[in-house]
Each structure stands twice: as structure tokens, then as C-alpha cells.
């Protein structure tokens, strides 16, 4: 079963997850301030994942991006500190309990008003996408942002030890194609994060592809639902 060789455990505030069978890997935690996710922010709107989620004219009003696969939030993060409100949707308990610890953490680091902020246009549901997109009315948020676990295809470089354990703990989103249509029922706008040569999610040919340096972004436009940001 799925999760059953994990266990979460608590140091000096911070939440972290341990795997029983594997525990030279290290825990996986959340470190929304590691320098891979400075750098990140630093690249600014003008990166691909940025324009993936249309983040121009943030000024005049922030867009509201759901993230369906929200995973340890990295993304999420980066998309909130340049500006979007995100709604984080994860369905792994032991994933959600780790957001949930971090957002708690960032949101009372009062030395920090920044992390504050940004901890403050995010909003997490421990949900199964599938059933939030479901009750979703068409055009409740402008942009939809979805980056299931990637495919095996043996053929990828080996992903990290990280990458190796949330796997193990997930199952490795085999029903991730079914989110595609789900979410381009509700929102104008929904980016794929895929690897750089792989297929397109279930298949679907994209509208637009953004690519970027190992990994490609895969945009559908639903013209049926009028853009909430024009
Ligand atoms: C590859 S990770 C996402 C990584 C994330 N983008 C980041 O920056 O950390 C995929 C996550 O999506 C979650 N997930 C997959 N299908 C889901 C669904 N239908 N509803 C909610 N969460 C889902 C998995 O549990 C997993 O944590």
C-alpha cells in the first residue's frame, strides 16, 4: 500500500517525512527559502513557468492560479511570491501535512514580512483535484497548473532520492490524465509541466508549448470560457 513505510515526524517545529525502507535517503521537507527557489523567484515573470500561468500585468490584478497537484508547493511558491494567489490542491495526507506544516511556518515567521506575504496569497486544500474540479463552475480561478509525477520511461535520467520517495508515497499519479479534461472544463487557461520530450498528457495535443531547459510546458486555451483577466 502506498505510504504505509512512511511516518512524519516533528523537529523544532519543522515537519519532515522519513521512509522506513530507505532511510539512508534522508526526509523529504519543504524549504521554501533553499537557493534553488531564490534563484527561481529571481528569474522573475519573464520565465517560462511565469508565462505558462500568463503572470504579465500582475499589478493591475493578480491572477487566481490553482495548482491541482500541488506536491511539496515549490512551484506553487514561486508562482505566489511573483505576484498570484494560489490554491493549493494535494491529495496524499502525508504531502498535505507537510504544505500544511510549511504555510503555518512561513505564515507566522514575523521577522520575515516577505515570506509573510507570500504565505498569505496561498490557500491549501487537502482534496482529490478530481473532485474540486468537478464542483468547479467554469471560469472559477483564470489559470489551472498541473504537474502530475512524470512518466517511467526508463529512459529519463534517474530522479532524484526526493523525487524517489514521493513516488513510493503517491503511486506515482497513474490516473493524471483524466485531470486534463476536468481542468480545461473549468478555466480558460491550464499549463502541464512535461518532461522535454515526452508525450503530451493523455495524449492531448497542446494548443501552445512553452519549453525550457530540460522540461517543456504544455498550454490549453478553452475559448468557451472568456479569460477572467482581459
Ligand atoms: C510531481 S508532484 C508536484 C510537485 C510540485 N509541482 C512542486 O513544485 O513541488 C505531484 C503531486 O500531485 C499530487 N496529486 C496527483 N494527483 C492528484 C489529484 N488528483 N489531486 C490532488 N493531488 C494530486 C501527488 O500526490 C503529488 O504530491
Not at 500500500?1 to 539512508?24: D, I, K, T, V, Y
Not at 493549493?88 to 510549511?102: I, M
Not at 483524466?178 to 495524449?203: E, F, M, N, Q, S
Request: aromatic share 4%; with cysteine.
Amino acid at each position: 500500500m502506498p505510504g504505509a513505510a512512511f511516518h512524519l515526524r516533528e523537529n523544532q517545529g519543522a515537519l519532515a517525512l522519513h521512509s522506513g525502507r530507505h532511510p539512508h535517503y534522508g526526509a523529504v521537507q519543504i524549504d521554501w527559502h533553499s537557493a534553488d527557489l531564490c534563484r527561481r523567484i529571481a528569474a522573475g515573470r519573464r520565465q517560462p513557468l511565469a508565462r505558462a500561468l500568463d503572470l504579465s500585468n500582475v499589478g493591475s490584478r493578480p491572477p487566481h492560479i490553482v495548482d491541482a497537484t500541488a506536491g511539496l508547493g515549490r512551484d506553487a511558491w514561486v508562482l505566489a511570491a511573483l505576484g498570484a494567489h494560489v490554491t493549493l490542491l494535494e491529495r496524499t495526507p502525508a504531502v498535505a501535512a507537510l504544505l500544511d506544516n510549511a504555510l503555518q511556518r512561513a505564515r507566522s515567521d514575523a521577522a520575515n514580512p516577505t515570506t509573510q506575504a507570500i504565505a498569505g496569497r496561498i490557500t491549501l486544500h487537502r482534496a482529490d483535484a478530481r473532485d474540486w474540479l468537478a464542483a468547479a463552475a467554469p471560469g472559477a480561478c483564470d489559470a489551472i497548473y498541473l504537474d502530475p509525477m512524470y512518466p517511467e520511461d526508463g529512459k529519463s535520467a534517474l530522479p532524484t532520492k526526493e523525487m524517489q520517495l514521493l513516488r513510493e508515497l503517491t503511486g506515482g499519479d497513474p490516473d493524471a490524465g483524466g485531470l486534463l479534461d476536468a481542468a480545461c472544463r473549468v478555466a480558460h487557461r491550464v499549463a502541464v509541466k512535461r518532461p522535454r520530450r515526452a508525450l503530451p498528457l493523455a495524449g492531448r495535443i497542446a494548443d501552445a508549448i512553452i519549453p525550457a531547459s530540460r522540461i517543456r510546458f504544455d498550454l490549453y486555451l478553452n475559448t468557451s470560457i472568456r479569460p477572467c483577466r482581459v
